[in-house]
């Protein structure tokens, strides 16, 4: 939610490279898959020398960076690749928005793949960079974690379209897995939401109304990572930026066809969640109001009553009444008339 | 509401075909109609081989696919039309919105059907699914259902312009009876809004703020379902798709219109709707006003006057005024007077 | 409000001609004017061979039908000036959003003329169907009205313009006729939001927001016509069509001014409308604020003197203070001392 | 606010000359300048033949024309300058909207100069049409004022640049000063607002509550002069007319910056002012919850009490407490004992 | 938020150099930098005369101007590097929104850096005018200040690219701190709606809504300071000028990102503080509800006990129930079943 600590930055030149963000990494850790349609390999590699590209067009070599706090690194694989200077900043700095950027002999995107949600935890942000070359594609990853090991799998195997399809593919087939698994955190949104609809029908309780305003927020959140992300799609799927081959942009179309289907569940949620708030308040403004009647009606009965029993009660030596043998029935008599005059009343009104 | 299941792909290469979905149909059923101005044939088949488009231009192949949940015959079809997988697989994936793709060769589009909305039942959503080529046209439903008995009646029977128009034609004819349904949906929810309406000025109760919230709810899924059709016969209306001829462009420009009309409608119910629940709220609030006011007016005069009687009613052995002959009746006269003012007073305040 | 009616179309092939809606004339009339600058002819005819345009262009034709609900005289004039079946579909189906349409040799344009809207009367909407070709216009209504007598007045009369230009120029004076009539509807709507106004200043009741909630809903009614009117303008506006001369340009131009600031005031109508809603709403609060004020302050004081003069109420044989000589009057000074307590208290808190 | 009588026009000829708004002035008024860099003469002529421009294109002529109610004066101004009928129109209906239309030989242009808005006077809205030609600006105004008197003690004196530029600059500086006075009009407002605000934060007043609803109304005032005038600015400074030379152009583009300030500072009062009433509504809503919590605390207390003591106060002749040595204190202690409970519990739910 | 003073300026010529807003610095203090890859010259200045750049395109003149009182200056210097009048006058006017204007010769900017925000200090806006030329960069602010100290040096230290690059580059590097800022600012303000949140959900008080309500003032405030920014800079980085250069374009495209990435943050944060708001309502109608509850149990059960034991208190001669022998134990028991009864009512209505 928060840009924290982008403040150390204020002031450095433009360019500057420095880690921004939490070290969710122990170590960085690089690894190498070059493959063609025929051969694969896959590596841990230490020294950066080793990735350079094949010159072989048709060789596609994949380097995953897990782990952005050793700057070092990043500014080796700025050199080798002929990154620029801004690029490798927006890579370390992982306050980002989801963007494209087109640099001509490569091209730069960010997205931000987002986990948890389910048992209250809270929505929890990445930054993963895409550096998108003729045959290479470098990925940047603040922490170290198996959510590429399907695409690993099928590079590995050669399943899918992956091995046969050039750069492009690949990193395509990366974003989807990032829009996939947003599906997933809306699953699991949506049936909290439909819980606590289901909950809200039988008795509405304060606890709804926090839970409502705790989806309302992650809401938010989730709209600010998937909104610049469409943009950032269309802005790959439109530029005329030769990285992207034909036979690709069919499956860039369709994956930014996804986004807006994220987009389209996510403004749907807030509507549902803020007719959801809603009934939260009417049910509450109802209970008010037959709070309210209970005690009216209570206190409009006996208190009329109560003054007359008072009357009876006082010492004056000169009081009639209490002398008369009818006077203890009558009073009777009179307070039943005025509770019946007072519920017909209400009758009326139609508070009961 | 959900795109539940959809979890199930994540990480599935893109393409890959599973069925998505509720499974609505006991088997699936294949119906041929193939048609000219002068002849048609109508039948169930079996094996696709006979589905093949004839050579012919001017004979027209129909072919309407019932239930899903069979992804070889969705296969095979999808190789015998040349269908891409991203293509089969949305047609598969039944949590799809609206949507129209230009392949070339062919167009393909998605509708989403919605039916109920009386009685208090749900709006049922279901996926249709139309491909378009030059002289056939494939669809794709979640269960059998006799949604299109009107046109297939029309076919058999010549009635109409759709055996003497090409495959443009019979896929709008498709299409405007998906919308017409919208209308008819409409209309059943106006009902709805009027009757409730009408009782809102009677009597609000909290049935009325439930049906009103119900409402809502079924005008944003019901927004989810006709913006993107806008957008999608739009994109089909401006394509420059030659497999659109003019005089049927005609037809689609009014198509759009409908939707438009349907979308305006739309927005309308739910102005009315808000409108309608600040009615409600605010007469929640003229009512907790008047039980207050109702509440008060008691309490004020009779608190104090029944303080009065308490203090007469103590048992003191040095109280002159108990003495007094005409202590009594004094204090019921300085009673009547406190009451008489207190009630001047809600007059000026304007309380009665 | 509601497309009422529709739903009997639902499966019918598109242009198909049934009326739908109200019958709202008894007969169907054609009337026919027929003129040049020199000459005019105004007739009522039976038999639409006598309407065929002149084969001259400056002689301009003018027929109008009353009454819908013959469908065959609308086939016939279909037939006779060649009209395309959607567009006769869309004169018969009165539930039509007002549009513009360019079928080339001839332009199509459907208005929503309004009336009523005084003395509590709902606001009363029809449908006005203008086809303008080049020396022809054709407009049709759903019933029978006098709405147009000015302009028949104006060509009997040889009076304005309208006599010395071309069909363009009578359509463009229809469609100001109508757009004029809204500025009266708006005048009439903006003299009872003043006087709601007015009143709600001195004494907000529950019928004036009964009355703001009804003119919101005006309101939408009233958008729902300008919105689509002003496009429907703009694109007549925007047509290269040459049926519109350029001269008569300058008064669409100005008619589209004037459309805009219907509806400008539309939305000025609504957020003042809204305001007035809120003030409601803050009175009503304010009024609840002011009526728990005096229940609390009578409440605190005599609540707790109450409870002391019942402690000397109590018939216990031992209880000292009741012998006392000073007793009562010291219990009074207490009671006095509490009482000027609490007035002090409320005014340190601005409560009196 | 509202249109009215426009509808004295309604189903008159377009371009029909007639004065619709209030009468403002006595009588009409024409004056004339005219002026190049070195000569300058003033007069206030009857005669419109005096006011044709001369031949030259250095020489400047401007006539203002004050009051509209002779619609004569009107209709020889414009046989003079060849004005359209419907600009002349504009001109005399008084309830138009900032416009800019360009007629070819002349621009014509409708401003809304706001004023008053201090000491809770109402904003008061006048019509300026402003004709531009190439060496002739005509002015039309609805009553005698001195707001011009700036610019005309400008061109006496020869002070700035009006004299050495064309008669687009002079518009120009008309213009400006209109836009100027609005900023004037804004800082009034603006310093009733921070008033307000600051009293807010003292002691919210249902008087808070009306005075921010009446500035909010006012803003949508505000709103409906300067939106369109934006729309105006913009249109005449992208107009290819050959009216505007290019150094004015510079200046033209100032004066829509201007205006986009204006929109910009409505648009954040309308933002405070809603925040405002936020704050007012919320603060309500805390004192109602105060309120109640005092008396809940005192009857919490009280009534528990005054029905104990109300039970010794009954008169049956066996109730043994009543002659128990102790009884009365022991009441008492019970009592004391039931209070501080009270006041515990209500400390622990943070009452206190 | 106030255009204080802008009024003193309505009715003089456009143009007219006068200081509008506070005066802020004691002396007007101007420091020139001089310099080029090799050499660096840096001195406080007194006559412009010095300050003339020089006809060397590669050395770069960077002139900085503390305190806009001293209009004389000022008009010096437009003279000197041939400014444009009304570039001046937006100097001096010292509530100008964020611009960006292309003068042809110069590019003439226009930021709002931003400061404070924490401790509850208000926001306080500065304006920093820009005016890039070939080979120089023109400064002026309103008050000395140490905010460009880190680019001073880096030039002087020839840190970074500044030396080696264009007078863009410079104005560059001074926009980026401005938005730099603006992060810092966030970051105070994110941290602040953090704690508050915190704090909301342990125990909301009146002072939460009020600390909210400030929030969002400020993010009207800022909101209004960076959307023109945005806009500006996108207009800088569109212009076809050829005063920046193409490598610089690459870095005012991530200005702009970031500018974008502020616009985000600011308008999440207001979604979130309105949310914080609903959450902080929402819990005051829970107490609300709460303390009613309270108030009608207690009411509700005592009232009609404190009745019926007003009853046995009144002095009738002829009240046969005071002389049973169990008259007083069955009061009790008749008492406490009433209490009993109530009790579960209010368990079956779940208030307990």
């Known amino acids: 939610m928060r840009s924290r600590k982008r403040s150390r930055k204020a002031g450095l030149p433009p360019g500057t490279l420095i880690h921004i963000g939490e070290r969710k990494a122990e170590n960085t850790r690089i690894t190498l898959f070059r493959y063609d349609a025929d051969h694969v390999v896959e590596k841990q590699i230490q020294s950066l ?40 900043e927006d890579i370390l700095n992982t306050h980002q928005r989801p963007k494209f950027e087109d640099y001509g002999a490569y091209a730069f995107l960010i997205l931000n793949p987002l986990s948890g949600g389910n048992q209250d935890r809270e929505i929890d942000k990445e930054q993963l960079s895409i550096v998108l070359g003729r045959n290479f594609v470098l990925t940047f990853q603040e922490r170290e974690g198996d959510v590429f090991d399907p695409i690993r799998e099928r590079i590995r195997s050669n399943k899918g379209r992956v091995r046969k399809m050039g750069a492009d593919y690949l990193a395509y087939t990366l974003m989807d897995l990032v829009v996939d698994n947003y599906f997933v955190l809306l699953e699991t949104l949506g049936e909290k939401i439909e819980e606590i609809e289901d909950a809200l029908v039988l008795k509405p309780t304060p606890e709804h109304a926090g839970a409502i305003h705790r989806l309302k927020r992650q809401m938010i959140f989730l709209r600010r990572s998937v909104w610049p992300l469409r943009e950032a799609l269309n802005g790959l799927h439109r530029s005329e930026s030769s990285l992207v081959r034909q036979e690709t942009g069919l499956f860039l179309r369709d994956l930014y066809d996804h986004t807006v289907h994220v ?55 000169h009081m009639p009444e209490l002398r008369w043998k009818w006077g203890y029935p009558l009073v009777w008599l009179v307070m039943i008339c005025i509770g019946v005059f007072m519920l017909f009343q209400f009758r009326k009104k139609r508070w009961l």
Chains 1, 2, 3, 4, 5 share one sequence.
């Not at 803020?274 to 208190?303: H, P, W």
């Open 49 to 88: 020398s080793q990735a350079l590209p094949l010159p072989d067009e048709d060789t596609i070599t994949w380097i995953n960076v897990d782990g952005l706090h050793e700057v070092e690194i990043l500014k080796e694989m700025g050199d080798l690749f002929g990154l620029h200077p801004l690029a490798l």
């Open 263 to 317: 987009i389209d569940t996510v403004e749907s949620f807030r509507d549902v969640l803020s007719g959801m708030l809603d009934i939260y308040l009417t049910s509450a403004s109802n209970r008010m109001n037959e709070i309210m009647k209970v005690l009216t009606i209570i206190a409009t009965i006996f208190i009329p009553l109560t003054f007359l029993v008072g009357v009876y009660g006082m010492n004056f030596e």
